[in-house]
């Protein structure tokens, strides 16, 4: 008998845009018995078609799926967490209602974002998304703290890295650091996998010094949906997100194998960012007013260029993450048919797929989205199968 682990529980969901998708398509062929059978590559994952449990699936993605680690994830993000808010007094403190946001979101997106993890590779993703979401924090609140690990490497001239260019070769941040939880970290990722975890770690350095020196854009600065989506991809931690899907799924891509996988690449970023947005953009709004910042978001981009109201934004944006799911799969499909690629690459790009579809689950249910959200809320699910 075929059973699963249960799904990691969850207070929140929602659908900002709903969109009745025609199951028949028989879209991502490959993950459509997910739920049934386990698909290789997907050993370490929960998958399940949210629709069987009662909830509004509007995607081409027959399932959604994490890592059934999420809760050694959760336990080695939580101490990270306590040892940068509190030092020696870790144990003694408790972690306040942003911090347990944050916490659920750092363990929360990478598990469903690279669901074919195992529990040690969960734990180094959960780990540097701790370092990521405290940094992204502050940047919303453009406000920036003592606690937050990668501004002090990248602004403390202690560590060499003040406002010079970052090095570009992944292999030089396989270095002595002076902070010693980012070290441990650094020596955990390179531990997992040296090419995917260094990348991982320059990635991360290089989003949080580009979110320093570019400071957010109003969504009424663009005229051009296209060069919305270009500026909102260069801010989506690209080299990073190449370095977690292959440390999560422990295989290592060249840059000369990643050429073929270019167009795929640059469409599974847009389809990452604009879900980002999709499900966001209550939130952005309400801190665009208590913090003065701007609303950057392409809801408010596609308000602005095509004078509709906010719902219709909505809808429209929902029609185009449908677009690219279909322009996904024909694109994967080709390359599984041309024969062109390794068993790497194409590792590499079904991690894309199915980090996707667990991306659209996560931000449907991700706390930090949901609970500026009427209705959102919902009795705490636990569900199994059996």
Not at 209 to 221: A, I, M, Q, V
């Amino acid at each position: 008998m075929f059973s699963k682990p249960s799904l990691k529980p969850f207070n929140f969901f929602f659908d900002p845009a709903p969109h009745d998708v025609n199951c028949s398509n028989n879209l991502f062929s490959y993950l459509k018995n997910a739920s049934q059978e386990i698909v290789p590559g997907l050993e370490n994952s929960v998958c399940f078609n949210p629709r069987e449990i009662g909830l509004p699936w509007s995607t081409a993605f027959p399932i959604a799926v994490h890592s059934k680690y999420w809760q050694d994830a959760r336990i080695a993000a939580e101490d990270l967490l306590r040892r940068i808010r509190f030092g020696q007094n870790a144990d003694q403190e408790e972690l306040n209602e942003r911090d347990h946001l944050l916490l659920d979101s750092a363990v929360s997106a990478p598990i469903h974002m690279f669901p074919g993890a195992s529990s040690s590779q969960a734990k180094v993703l959960a780990k540097g998304n701790v370092f990521i979401f405290v940094h992204d924090g502050n940047g919303q609140q453009r406000t920036w703290s003592g606690k937050n690990v990668l501004y002090n490497i990248i602004i403390i001239t202690s560590d060499h890295l003040t406002f010079e260019p970052l090095p570009e070769d992944s292999s030089a941040y396989h270095r002595q650091w002076k902070n010693q939880l980012f070290q441990e970290w650094v020596n955990e990722c390179v531990e997992e996998n040296i090419n995917g975890g260094l990348q991982f770690v320059h990635g991360a350095l290089h989003w949080a010094k580009h979110t320093l020196e570019n400071p957010l854009r109003s969504g009424g600065e663009f005229t051009v949906w296209s060069d919305y989506v270009e500026y909102r991809n260069k801010d989506f931690l690209s080299i990073a997100v190449s370095g977690m899907l292959q440390l999560s799924t422990g295989v290592e891509v060249s840059d000369s194998e990643k050429l073929p996988l270019s167009e795929m690449y640059t469409l599974y970023m847009t389809h990452f960012s604009l879900t980002n947005d999709l499900y966001s953009y209550e939130k952005e709004v309400i801190e665009a007013e208590e913090y003065g910042t701007p609303v950057t978001n392409g809801v408010a981009v596609l308000e602005q260029i095509l004078n509709v109201s906010g719902e219709t934004a909505k809808s429209i944006l929902r029609s185009i993450l449908i677009g690219l799911e279909k322009k996904l799969d024909a694109i994967y499909n080709a390359h599984t048919k041309s024969g062109k690629l390794n068993l790497r690459q194409l590792r590499y790009a079904r991690a894309m797929l199915e980090g996707l579809a667990g991306n659209i689950f996560y931000s449907a249910t991700a706390g930090r989205y949901a609970r500026v959200v009427p209705g959102s809320r919902i009795l705490s699910w636990f569900p199994r199968f059996e």
